[in-house]
């Protein structure tokens, strides 16, 4: 890499927060490493770190409301961490624009891996997409895949249009509904799950499977995996 990615990591644990520097300091990346989240805001802002690791209990702020206010002026991936998995859920449905979600207790090694991926898929995000294989022409509501027409229904237009609007960002199937249907009807997650399965073969006949499961979570939007490991700068 030209240089060393910056990662922040507020967590008020001295003895993760340890770890986690001496890992994704071994892995270099450039490490900060803050313990509350009163004050964290402004030290994004004015630092502007490539990557957040954010807990979500913290004390003076919690995480909710870091991320949040971090989102109020900057894309930077942001990693939320949680100690059960359960608020995972509960965290999706905030939307709070976390990029991933991580539990506790994790492997150093797993956090790593996540960071180097939310790094990647926000260097592919910054890079030009006048080469972008997939185009959603929403006045026409048409789509093009490498330049070939796709004819899709709406639930299936808007369902690729609301994953591919936030690439690298996980939705629930709960989420999805809701960009979906205006009606607020009830629609079950297997409903969810099958115009999933028909708009992820009619991407495949023309060679894209760019939509991913993430097991008991949701989905995501791929974004191109040969993009070098840098901050998007
Ligand atoms: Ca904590």
Not at 111 to 130: E, G, I, M, N, T
């Amino acid at each position: 890499m030209t240089h060393a990615a910056h990662v922040l990591v507020v967590e008020d644990e001295p003895k993760l927060a340890a770890l986690l520097r001496d890992y994704l300091g071994a892995s270099g990346y450039r490490v900060s490493l803050l313990d509350r989240g009163d004050g964290a805001v402004d030290w994004v802002r004015e630092h502007a770190p490539d990557a957040i690791l954010l807990d979500v209990a913290l004390p003076g702020a919690d995480g909710l409301a870091v991320c949040r206010g971090v989102r109020a002026f900057s894309a930077v991936p942001i990693l939320m961490v949680t100690a059960r998995v359960e608020e995972i859920d509960r965290l999706l449905g905030l939307e709070l624009g976390a990029d991933d979600y991580i539990c506790k207790p994790f492997s150093p090694r797993e956090v790593v891996a996540r960071v180097k991926a939310v790094l990647r898929r926000a260097a592919s995000a910054a890079a030009p997409v006048r080469d972008a294989p997939i185009v959603l022409d929403e006045e026409r509501f048409e789509v093009r895949v490498r330049g070939r027409p796709l004819v899709l229904t709406p639930i299936e237009f808007r369902l690729l249009r609301k994953l591919s609007g936030q690439p690298g960002r996980v939705f629930s199937r709960t989420q999805l509904i809701g960009a979906l249907y205006d009606d607020h009807r009830v629609v079950s997650d297997r409903t969810v799950d099958s115009h999933v399965k028909n708009l992820r073969r009619k991407l495949a006949d023309l060679g894209e499977d760019p939509i991913a499961a993430v097991y008991g979570v949701g989905y995501r939007f791929e974004v191109a995996d040969d993009a070098p490991v840098e901050p998007p700068h």
